[in-house]
């Protein structure tokens, strides 16, 4: 709440809505959504995937590694397949981890 009272250009938040009930989870993203709205930067850690819909860009980090990044609909195209032609951003992000886990093995 401090944060916003200086009206800044940018916003960093660590899992805001971690623990909180569906209808504060909902208000909190309609607020971020306003702030948004009028220029506001936000950049959001999070570890529900329906919250990572929300964003305009995704950094999916793994083991301390950028592994991917776009727009969701990006990560999802990254992750389409034969047996998941529109996966959900939950199986995008499973896809995108095992995909880099199968690369890196020899690492």
Known sequence: ACSLMHEPDILFLDEPTSGVDPLTRREFWL???????KGVTVMVTTHFMDEAEYCDRIGLVYRGKLIASGTPDDLKA???DEQQADPTMEQAFIT???????????E
Request: net charge negative; proline share 0%; aromatic share 4%.
């Open 96 to 106: 995108l981890i095992n995909d880099w886990d199968k690369e890196h093995t020899h």
């Open 31 to 37: 607020h971020i959504n306003s702030m948004v709205e």
């Open 78 to 80: 990254q992750a389409a």
